[in-house]
C-alpha cells in the first residue's frame, strides 16, 4: 500500500478536488451551475485513489468548502447538523465502492460496465441512506420522526442525488475508457499501473 499518490493520481486527486471545489455550494444545480458532484467524486477517488493519502484530504476540502460557504458566503447552515459527522461514512462508503470495484472487478473491456454500474448504484444507495437517514433520525430538524416519515423523505430527495452522482460516474468512466483506448491501459490508468 502506497500512502503518497503516484505523479499521475497527484493529477487525478487534484482535478478531482477543483471538481468539488466548482460544484459543492449547489446540491441540485441551476442554469448558470453544474449539481453537487461529491458523491462521485468519492466513488471515483476511491477508484484511481485507494490506499492514498487522498479519502482524508477530500473529506477536508468538503468540510472546508461548506465552513466557508456557511460561514463567508452565506448558504444556509440548515444541513449542519449533528449527523453532519455522518458524512464521512456516507463518503466512505462511495470510496469503498470504487475501490472494490477497481481490486475484484476492473478490467479495460466493455464487459466491466455491468459490475461497475451494479457496485456504483449500490454504493450511491447506500451512502445516500447513510446521509438522509442519518439527517432525518439524528438532525433534530424532524419533530415527529417515523419510518413513514423517513421514507417519504428518502423518496423525494434520493431520486435526484443518486441520478446526479450516476451521471458523473458515467461521465468519468466515459472519459477513463477514451483514455484506455487513447493511451491504453498503462496510461490510462493511475491507481493500477503507475
Same mark, same amino acid.
Given at each position: 500500500m502506497k500512502f503518497l499518490p503516484t505523479p499521475k493520481q497527484s493529477l487525478i486527486l487534484l482535478a478531482l478536488m477543483v471538481l468539488m471545489l466548482a460544484t459543492r455550494y449547489h446540491h441540485f444545480g441551476t442554469a448558470l451551475h453544474l449539481p453537487d458532484a461529491s458523491m462521485a467524486i468519492f466513488f471515483v477517488a476511491g477508484f484511481y485513489l485507494a490506499g492514498t493519502v487522498a479519502l482524508?484530504?477530500? @473529506?477536508?476540502? =468538503?468540510?472546508?468548502?461548506?465552513? $466557508? +460557504?456557511?460561514?463567508?458566503?452565506?448558504? !444556509?447552515?440548515?444541513?449542519?447538523?449533528?449527523?453532519?459527522?455522518?458524512?464521512?461514512?456516507?463518503?466512505?462508503?462511495?470510496?469503498?465502492?470504487?475501490?472494490?470495484?477497481?481490486?475484484?472487478?476492473?478490467?479495460?473491456? @466493455?464487459?466491466? =460496465?455491468?459490475?461497475?454500474?451494479? $457496485? +456504483?448504484?449500490?454504493?450511491?444507495?447506500? !451512502?445516500?441512506?447513510?446521509?438522509?437517514?442519518?439527517?432525518?433520525?439524528m438532525g433534530g430538524r424532524e419533530l415527529n420522526t417515523s419510518l413513514a416519515g423517513w421514507a417519504g423523505r428518502f423518496m423525494q430527495y434520493m431520486p435526484s442525488f443518486v441520478s446526479v452522482a450516476l451521471l458523473y460516474i458515467v461521465a468519468f468512466g466515459v472519459i477513463h475508457a477514451l483514455a484506455v483506448v487513447a493511451l491504453g491501459e498503462r496510461g490510462a490508468d493511475g491507481a493500477h499501473k503507475a
Open positions: 482524508p484530504l477530500l @473529506l477536508l476540502e =468538503a468540510g472546508l468548502i461548506d465552513y $466557508i +460557504a456557511i460561514s463567508l458566503a452565506g448558504v !444556509s447552515d440548515f444541513c449542519v447538523t449533528p449527523a453532519y459527522s455522518m458524512l464521512v461514512v456516507a463518503y466512505g462508503v462511495l470510496w469503498y465502492g470504487g475501490a472494490l470495484f477497481a481490486k475484484k472487478y476492473y478490467r479495460p473491456s @466493455l464487459s466491466a =460496465a455491468l459490475p461497475g454500474g451494479l $457496485i +456504483a448504484a449500490a454504493s450511491c444507495l447506500l !451512502s445516500f441512506v447513510v446521509s438522509n437517514g442519518s439527517f432525518y433520525w
